[in-house]
Structures are given as structure tokens and as C-alpha cells.
């Protein structure tokens, strides 16, 4: 399993855990911790969300550097060559 499929299986599994938390608490009449199992929920997938775009983005960096270490080592290379 990828991280991704396991971080977006967790998600999914906090928010339905929450949203299930929320609506057996309206059935009880406790509104506010319903509400508050909610917003939680929302919480959850948009952390998911920054938590893949950095990730996005640190994969990014790692292949800018990645190509930035074999420019350097042609250079080198070169360098010994003449």
C-alpha cells in the first residue's frame, strides 16, 4: 500500500468515526458536541490536504536537488577530465 492510499484510508476512516460520533450525539440532543465532532471532521481533510501538498512539494524539491547533485558531479567530471 502507498503512502498516500494509506494516509487518505486514515482520513477517511477519522472523519466517518467523527461524523458517526457527531450524528449518534444529535440523537442524544447534544448539539454542541456534535457541532464540535464536525468542525473536527473538516479539520481532518483539510489537514489532509496540506499535509499532501507539502508532501507534493518536498518531492519536488527532492528531484530539483536531485538534479542540481548531477549537474554538480558532471562538472566535477569534467573538470577532471582536462
Known amino acids: 500500500m502507498t503512502t ?20 449518534l450525539l444529535v440523537m442524544i440532543d447534544q448539539i454542541f458536541w ?16 496540506r499535509y499532501r501538498r507539502a508532501m507534493a512539494e518536498l518531492a519536488d524539491a527532492r528531484k530539483e536537488m536531485k538534479r542540481e547533485v548531477e549537474s554538480l558531479r558532471d562538472l566535477l567530471h569534467t573538470h577532471r577530465r582536462e
Open 4 to 23: 498516500s492510499a494509506f494516509t487518505r484510508g486514515v482520513t477517511i476512516m477519522a472523519v466517518g468515526f467523527l461524523l458517526l460520533n457527531g450524528v
Open 34 to 49: 456534535a457541532a464540535l465532532c464536525a468542525i473536527v471532521a473538516v479539520l481532518v481533510v483539510v489537514g489532509w490536504f
